[in-house]
């Protein structure tokens, strides 16, 4: 009587696609493959940041409702704010991008929502933006327009794609609200009067998907997600264990959650950090710090992610995309603010 492995393809079998014969694609559900008709809306770590190019030459239409006025272009920019669909800068964990989503809404009003320093108002949410507010009016208002552009985009994508990044998170005491990074690290002051640590876990995770999926297909029914994980180890933690294992714990309560993509028909998972950090992946995916993910490894991520889609030669690429291609790359490679952590501790 046959077994019921003796039907299964390579793919299933250790020795015959991952010791022999890999080939990221083949690890890619095809649920989870862009084509070339998609309205692209990306969100989340800094990983992420680096889909930018590909879908700018690759023809697909990249949805991006903020961009800095060109008179600033000359100016740097690290902290991506440019890479990503809105102004809304790294998304780290699935709890700021739900929050965000709610504010944008009208549903979410952060009590600490703003911090006054040096005569600027600074956008906790966005502490590293180029140009602050000078003003509570002007604050309003560029926080009125930032939330405004983050509901049209989520209005028009055709495919969210989200990066998920961390479980460690600082919130506020008041009402719990999500700071990309801790406060006194880019921008503002940390008071343990005020901020806390928050560990989020797997039910914390998974539950903020759920909310998130439910918020954008109320606004934009038709709409798929695509979930990965971020393959950038954590830069510190904030817990009392060795950072190694801390990035072992978020990696896993990050996979663990993104297995809700199989609850939903409008779900996919795309396993970006499988193919950088599995025992198949070369040598040459992590730079000497064993941090920095390499170019070869970006380059087998996006292959797998884009392996249904002819990218277009840079001949073929109009100007004014190829000038984004070109920013969007310096982006990609941008640090993150999560590293400010590092070089303020």
């Not at 969210?160 to 008041?174: D, M, Q």
């Not at 996979?255 to 499988?274: K, N």
């Not at 990218?311 to 990609?332: I, M, T, Y």
Request: charged share 20%; net charge negative; with cysteine.
């Amino acid at each position: 009587m046959k077994h019921p492995y003796e039907d299964q393809p390579p793919q299933a079998f250790w020795s015959r696609s991952v010791a022999s014969n890999f080939d990221p694609a083949d690890v890619v559900e095809s649920s989870a493959h862009l084509v070339q008709t998609d309205r692209v809306l990306t969100a989340g770590s800094c990983f992420a940041s680096n889909l930018v190019p590909w879908l700018r030459s690759s023809g697909i239409e990249y949805l991006s409702a903020e961009q800095s006025n060109p008179a600033f272009s000359h100016l740097p920019n690290y902290l991506g704010y440019d890479s990503f669909s809105a102004a809304y800068g790294n998304i780290y964990t699935a709890r700021h991008l739900l929050q965000l989503l709610q504010r944008a809404l009208g549903t979410f009003h952060p009590i600490e929502d703003r911090w006054h320093i040096d005569g600027l108002v600074i956008d906790p949410f966005r502490p590293g933006l180029r140009h602050p507010a000078s003003s509570d009016r002007e604050f309003d208002l560029l926080t009125e327009q930032h939330l405004t552009a983050v509901k049209q985009v989520f209005e028009d994508a055709t495919v969210v794609v989200f990066t998920l990044g961390l479980t460690e998170a600082w919130e506020s005491k008041a009402d719990g609200a999500v700071f990309p990074v801790c406060p006194g690290t880019v921008a503002g002051q940390f008071d343990e009067e005020r901020h806390q640590f928050h560990n989020f876990t797997v039910d914390d995770v998974r539950q903020d998907l759920i909310q998130i999926f439910e918020l954008v297909r109320s606004i934009n029914p038709q709409v798929r997600f695509i979930l990965t994980v971020s393959p950038v180890p954590l830069v510190a933690t904030a817990t009392n264990k060795h950072v190694l294992v801390a990035t072992t714990y978020s990696k896993a309560v990050l996979r663990a959650a993104a297995a809700v993509c199989d609850d939903y028909d409008f779900t996919s998972y795309f396993p970006a950090f499988e193919i950088v950090s599995g025992p198949q992946a070369p040598a040459d995916y992590y730079a000497e710090n064993k941090r920095e993910v390499t170019d070869p490894a970006i380059e087998a991520v996006m292959s797998a992610l884009f392996s249904d889609v002819v990218r277009l030669p840079e001949k073929h690429v109009n100007s004014d995309d190829q000038s984004s291609v070109e920013l969007s790359s310096l982006l990609a490679k941008a640090e993150c603010d999560e590293v400010m952590v590092e070089g303020r501790s």
